[in-house]
């Protein structure tokens, strides 16, 4: 069975250009979550879907992040215009029902200079 | 309020011997989950144990086991005979359950094995 898979593995993008970051989860799991490690600090809920539905948003920093998820599969995050403060390290997981155990990608390390 | 708190930034253990990594978490709900995942260099985040709060028993996975101590509100990971693979981040988290399943993290304690 296929994981997390996320992509890319890595960025590296000038501050004010536009970055999409892609999450696969594994197949049949309804609950997606989006996650941010900035450098030294720990990691941090950004959103939760629910199939395609936005479950919680409470984490996303600021209306420069756009998170969709286009008929329950696939999830993709969207950074409009990045800061160098969005420099971090992005997990996404999921999990077949909210109350079980989350798997997460390998994450993607976006760095915006 | 840091609703979980790792208070060893870094660790040393030898290798074969035991390590205790400390954990402590702030709720008020009564039905909740605590986890622990290790991270390698590697970056990926890799899933190590889990324990319910109705758990009576303390959750063990190999070499893993989870010192939960629900009145205290602690649960410390305990790795025994430690490998040099063992070397990673180690992240405690929490899920309470009444808030949609987003789990909230520690800081992180870096763990490192000498031969």
């Known amino acids: 069975e296929a994981g997390v898979t996320q992509f890319p593995s890595h960025s590296v993008i000038e501050k004010g250009q536009t970055v999409t970051l892609r999450c696969d989860p594994i197949?049949?799991?309804?609950?997606l979550y989006w996650y941010r490690r900035v450098m030294g600090k720990e990691i941090k809920f950004l959103l939760h879907?629910?199939?395609?539905?936005?479950?919680?948003e409470s984490g996303m920093p600021n209306n420069r992040f756009l998170a969709e998820r286009t008929g329950g599969t696939y999830s993709t995050l969207k950074v409009q215009p990045a800061e160098l403060e969005d420099s971090g390290v992005y997990f996404c997981?999921?999990?077949?029902?909210?109350?079980?155990?989350?798997?997460f990608g390998q994450g993607t390390r976006l760095t915006v200079v | 309020a840091q609703k979980i708190t790792q208070t060893q930034p870094g660790m040393f253990v030898q290798e074969k011997e035991a390590v205790t990594l400390d954990c402590t978490y702030d709720?008020?709900?009564?039905?909740?989950?605590l986890f622990w995942y290790k991270q390698p260099s590697s970056g990926e985040m890799i899933f190590l144990i889990y324990?319910?709060?109705?758990?009576?028993q303390n959750a063990t996975e190999g070499r893993y086991s989870l010192n939960f101590q629900k009145a205290r509100k602690s649960a410390n990971l305990v790795i025994s005979a430690s490998q040099l693979g063992d070397s990673a981040m180690y992240f405690c988290?929490?899920?309470?359950?009444?808030?949609?399943?987003?789990?909230?993290f520690g800081q992180g304690t870096e763990l490192s094995v000498k031969p």
């Open positions: 997981a999921s999990s077949q029902v909210r109350t079980s155990e989350a798997f």
């Open positions: 197949s049949g799991h309804d609950n």
């Open positions: 879907f629910v199939k395609e539905s936005k479950q919680d």
């Open positions: 709720t008020s709900d009564q039905s909740y989950g």
């Open positions: 324990q319910g709060s109705y758990d009576e």
């Open positions: 988290a929490m899920r309470e359950y009444n808030q949609g399943g987003k789990l909230i």
